[in-house]
């Protein structure tokens, strides 16, 4: 099982550029989450969704934008990158409650210049 | 506001203990994980507690105070590949994960 894969690994992206993180799980959980971890912070959650159809805000989402068509796959997007963007992004899905293990993805590393 | 506190770094010999706080102050409380995470990895799942008291898994204990706000995670038989970061998160009262900044731990030989 592959778990939760993302895509890219790493990117280097001109400020005001725009640039899609791909998640795919194929653990069939309803809930998927985009975090950024920054140095000297902990993650930090920018959106998320429950279950397919629906999104909500988490605490950073100024700059960014997700959907969730189908129960496996949760991209996020950013429409204008800008420097202060620059982290690693990480994926994680749980299958709902809050008890439930939240598994993670091996993150993008985006670097915005 | 909602805060968790870890300390940031610590360092242990190879074959000690070590013990890694965590005190929380949350918008409701329904759980807490501890996370590792390895340098330049994503974090994995170590234990999670809801109940007061100490949850034993092998080599890693974890334990929580609610009354206290607090819990800490203790690691026995310290080995080379335990040096890590260790995260702990708290499970508010709209049922996100509220994360502390996570404690370095630097294993000496």
């Known amino acids: 099982t592959a778990g939760i894969t993302q895509a890219p690994t790493s990117q280097i992206l001109a400020a005001g550029r725009s640039m899609t993180l791909r998640c795919t799980q194929d653990?069939?959980?309803?809930?998927m989450y985009w975090y950024r971890q920054d140095l000297g912070l902990g993650l930090r959650l920018i959106h998320y969704?429950?279950?397919?159809?629906?999104?909500g805000k988490g605490e950073v989402p100024d700059g960014y934008s997700v959907s969730r068509a189908n129960t496996d796959d949760f991209p996020l997007t950013l429409a204008s990158a800008v420097p202060s963007q620059t982290s690693v992004y990480f994926c994680a899905s749980r299958n709902g409650t809050s008890s439930d293990t939240q598994y993670f993805g091996p993150g993008t590393r985006l670097t915005v210049l | 506001g909602q805060n968790i506190d870890q300390p940031t770094e610590m360092t242990a010999t190879e074959g000690a203990i070590v013990q890694i706080n965590c005190t929380y102050q949350?918008?409701?409380?329904?759980?807490l994980f501890w996370y590792q995470q390895h340098a330049g990895e994503a974090p994995t799942f170590l234990s999670y507690?809801?109940l007061d008291g100490l949850e034993e898994k092998g080599r890693f204990s974890s334990f929580l105070s609610r009354s206290k706000g607090y819990s800490y995670l203790l690691l026995k038989e310290l080995q080379m590949k335990d040096s890590a970061s260790y995260l702990c998160a708290v499970v508010d009262s709209n049922y996100q994960l509220i994360w502390g900044a996570g404690t370095k731990l630097i294993i000496k030989p």
């Open positions: 653990m069939r959980h309803n809930a």
């Open positions: 507690n809801v």
């Open positions: 949350t918008s409701g409380f329904n759980g």
């Open positions: 969704s429950n279950t397919a159809g629906t999104t």
